[in-house]
């Protein structure tokens, strides 16, 4: 880009990072797919280097965007570009995991009761399932990956619930220290956001060892599938917006942002809240009500 | 119970959508941003202690609790 004129809409020509992070997704989700269809064990490694063609392009998409924010190439035509991107990401986060909470709610309300019997379901229930209730949780009619036993939501669940709380609370802090140009004590406060985001997704791998154990897994049937895929695409989110509020801690370090001046960083806690708050749906939906 | 739970949780998807909208607005909204994200948290906190409450009294039954999965 040679020249910036005010208010011009910006569109970065050269962009070899999208092509890269597709690149990347594509390998990803491939890998998954073979790994979670394949009657034998398989060695995930297209799954392992996706995810890290998918940590280069992340660091280095990040990086090119950190230095030319830094050396004043954006005027306001790209501030509003970035805030347009923010809102069809959100949008695209909205509906991912609406359809997840979707599944989880026919399935609970509608498919399993219906062949248990429940409405119209009389038949079915008599003929093809008899004698099965359709009470949740269940792994169905077959009874898929066997006898499975929940997870104890007064444990770790009620533990993580409390972490990621919490690192609400502290990022909400820092929000307001970078408000008040108190760059030290927003930089402390995101250090905490981010350690109790580890915090919470060590205690979610040791949750899941313990589902295991209760042979709980993604074998057994819709509860095993709604809860692993819940969960997992959640943990997930909570690992990527920690990767970004690290990123946004050195750049506060680094007095990249100004009181009246922090989209970066702004869209960053906003993001963390919203992690929190599919985390309290999950929390709800999922191990209590 | 459980309809307090939602709704209350409904009113903390309000708030965080109040807060994307001045995120996004732009134009000096920041102030609007951090209120009511700040809300968003309070209102979160409160859901909870709620629901700590509600088990503990008994108003509502946690299905991992005395619960015996089908299959």
Redesign the interface.
């Known amino acids: 880009m040679s020249e910036v004129n005010a208010d011009q809409y910006f569109v970065p020509h050269k962009a070899r990072w999208p092509i890269v992070g597709s690149i990347g997704l594509t390998a990803t989700v491939l890998g998954a797919a073979h790994v979670l269809n394949s009657e034998t064990t398989v060695t995930p490694w297209l799954m392992y280097a996706g995810l890290i063609i998918i940590l280069v392009m992340m660091f280095g998409w990040f990086g090119e965007v950190i230095k030319e924010s830094e050396e004043g190439l954006y005027n306001t035509g790209v ?2 570009s970035f ?2 991107g ?2 069809w990401f ?1 949008f695209s986060e909205v509906m991912f995991f609406a359809c997840f909470f979707g599944a989880l709610f026919y399935a609970r309300t509608l498919s399993v009761p219906w062949l248990g019997g429940e409405g119209t379901g009389l038949s079915t229930n008599e003929v093809l399932w008899n004698g ?13 990956g ?9 444990h770790l669940p009620l533990i993580n ?2 972490l990621l ?1 919490t690192s ?2 502290t990022v ?1 802090i820092a ?2 220290a970078m ?1 008040a140009n108190h760059r030290s004590q927003t930089v402390i406060w995101l250090v905490a956001t981010v350690l109790l985001g580890a915090a919470f997704m060590y205690l979610q791998v040791t949750e899941y060892i313990e589902a295991y154990h209760l042979n709980l897994t993604l074998e057994s ?1 819709i ?1 095993g599938s709604t809860f692993f895929m819940l969960t997992g695409f959640h943990g997930m989110h909570v690992t990527l917006g920690a990767i970004m509020l690290a990123v946004i801690t050195v750049r506060v370090a680094k007095g990249h942002f100004k009181p ?1 001046r ?2 970066g960083f ?2 960053v ?2 993001y963390w ?2 992690v ?2 599919v985390w ?2 999950l ?2 939906f999922v ?3 | 119970m459980k309809y307090v739970i939602v709704v209350a949780l409904l009113f903390v998807l309000f708030s965080l959508g109040q807060a994307l909208f001045y995120l996004v607005k732009g134009k000096g909204q920041s102030g609007n941003t951090v209120k009511f994200l700040t809300v968003r948290i309070i209102a979160s906190v409160v859901l909870f202690l709620l629901i700590l409450l509600a088990m503990k009294m008994g108003w509502v039954v946690p299905h991992g609790i005395k619960m015996v999965p089908a299959g």
């Open positions: 501030d509003t805030r347009m923010m809102i959100i099965y209730e359709g009470v949740w949780p269940t792994n169905g009619p077959a009874a898929l066997g006898h499975f036993e929940v997870l104890d939501p007064f619930t409390m709380l609400s609370v909400t929000h307001h408000r049937g509860y009246d922090h989209f702004e869209a806690a906003w809240h919203f929190d708050v309290l749906g929390f709800i191990y209590i009500l």
